[in-house]
């Protein structure tokens, strides 16, 4: 019995991306906060806008929603506002928190309908295509 605990003791020690959360810093150079709002969101469905490798779409910026960024996503294609059930997703209203794709952000930033961002929330690989000024000029109140 012993033998075994101490088998499965290592095991885990040797895997510690599962037995703890990756530690991941802001736009800010802090600690990731958690963006917290009616649904749980971010790529890994954890309520952190943390994004690495295994997400192709870079779900890092921290943003409230509001109606005509949900309008402008939902004409480029993204409907975040219409409920998926089978998904246990009931869809997205103004006011709403959603850790969204950088690029998409940035595409609605040009277009004018940029939703606004936490920055204490927003992954540090969002400074890859979009400049912490940038995102400072639409910092949640």
């Given at each position: 019995?012993?033998?075994?605990?101490?088998?499965?003791?290592?095991?885990?020690?040797?895997f510690?991306?599962?037995?703890?959360?990756?530690?991941?810093?802001?736009?800010?150079?802090?600690?990731?906060?958690?963006?917290?709002?009616?649904?749980?969101?971010?790529?890994?469905?954890?309520?952190?806008?943390?994004?690495?490798?295994?997400?192709?779409?870079?779900h890092?910026?921290a943003?409230?929603?509001?109606?005509?960024?949900?309008?402008y996503?939902?004409?480029?294609?993204?409907?975040?506002?219409?409920?998926?059930?089978?998904?246990n997703?009931?869809?997205?209203?103004?006011?709403?928190?959603?850790?969204?794709?950088?690029?998409?952000?940035?595409?609605?930033?040009?277009?004018?309908?940029?939703?606004?961002?936490?920055?204490?929330?927003s992954?540090?690989?969002?400074?890859?295509?979009?400049?912490?000024?940038?995102?400072?000029?639409?910092?949640?109140?």
């Amino acid at each position: 019995m012993i033998r075994k605990l101490l088998c499965l003791s290592l095991i885990v020690l040797s895997f510690p991306a599962i037995t703890q959360k990756t530690k991941s810093s802001n736009v800010l150079g802090q600690d990731l906060a958690p963006l917290k709002g009616s649904q749980i969101t971010g790529f890994y469905r954890d309520g952190y806008c943390r994004t690495d490798e295994n997400d192709p779409g870079q779900h890092a910026v921290a943003a409230t929603m509001t109606k005509k960024f949900l309008d402008y996503t939902k004409s480029r294609g993204n409907d975040l506002q219409t409920p998926i059930p089978r998904s246990n997703f009931a869809g997205l209203k103004p006011g709403d928190k959603w850790c969204l794709c950088t690029a998409r952000w940035v595409e609605a930033e040009a277009a004018g309908v940029a939703p606004p961002v936490n920055l204490t929330a927003s992954h540090e690989a969002a400074l890859t295509l979009v400049p912490l000024k940038t995102l400072q000029k639409y910092q949640s109140k």
